[in-house]
T-cell receptor, first 114, second 113 residues
Framework: EAEVAQSPRYKITEKSQAVAFWCDPI?????LYWYRQILGQGPELLVQ????????DSQLPKDRFSAERLKGVDSTLKIQPAELGDSAMYLC????????????FGPGTRLTVL | QQQVKQSPQSLIVQKGGISIINCAYE??????FPWYQQFPGKGPALLIA?????SEKKEGRFTISFNKSAKQFSLHIMDSQPGDSATYFC????????????FGGGTRVLVKP
């Protein structure tokens, strides 16, 4: 069964350092989402891609966060510099196309900023 | 701005009992209402979903009830099993706006054997 892959699964970093997360969506899925889930809360969308184009990054803190999906397949989310408040689970999800009901989530990357 | 409010935050139910989780939304443009199940260390997985033109949807032991006029929907887990112990999230989206999911705060369900 096809799954969304994410790495690393866990990342511990110090404040002001740079971190990067990688996501490989299910093959053929055109739409890719990055969500942030703070412990005890529901996920919140950071950025949505349709192929290689950003369609919604209204909730992405652009002073420190960046995301790219250069070839419209896998994607990287970067934080520079990391702050204590960035500690959270970063989830990647994909769907076959924009507007498709079901989003398939990866296992997430648990970030701890010390 | 919390557009989807979920309650309770946690609940404990005995095996065989009924678990009920409620959600309320504000944006009347929402047209898709899924429920996700999340186990510790895993990403959320779609459990069941409903559109606003239907008042109820049942899949196995899971039922969604939807009240459009009250802007509320709920998840009922019948004959709850220990394997159902997980965190459940309601969500809402607008298909024409890219289907961006707005999640509720989550309900941690513990089913005691």
């Amino acid at each position: 069964e096809a799954e969304v892959a994410q790495s690393p699964r866990y990342k511990i970093t110090e404040k002001s350092q740079a971190v990067a997360f990688w996501c490989d969506p299910i093959s053929g899925h055109a739409t890719l989402y990055w969500y942030r889930q703070i412990l005890g809360q529901g996920p919140e969308l950071l950025v949505q891609f349709q192929d290689e184009s950003v369609v919604d990054d209204s909730q992405l803190p652009k002073d420190r966060f960046s995301a790219e999906r250069l070839k419209g397949v896998d994607s990287t989310l970067k934080i520079q510099p990391a702050e204590l408040g960035d500690s959270a689970m970063y989830l990647c999800a994909s769907s076959r196309r924009q507007g498709d009901n079901e989003q398939f989530f990866g296992p997430g990357t648990r970030l701890t900023v010390l | 701005q919390q557009q989807v409010k979920q309650s309770p935050q946690s609940l404990i139910v005995q095996k065989g009992g009924i678990s009920i989780i409620n959600c309320a939304y504000e944006n009347t443009a929402f047209d898709y209402f899924p429920w996700y199940q999340q186990f510790p260390g895993k990403g959320p997985a779609l459990l069941i979903a409903i559109r606003p033109d239907v008042s109820e949807k049942k899949e196995g032991r899971f039922t969604i009830s939807f009240n459009k006029s009250a802007k509320q929907f709920s998840l009922h887990i019948m004959d709850s099993q220990p394997g159902d112990s997980a965190t459940y999230f309601c969500a809402a989206s607008i298909r024409a706006a890219g289907n961006k999911l707005t999640f509720g705060g989550g309900t941690r369900v513990l089913v005691k054997p």
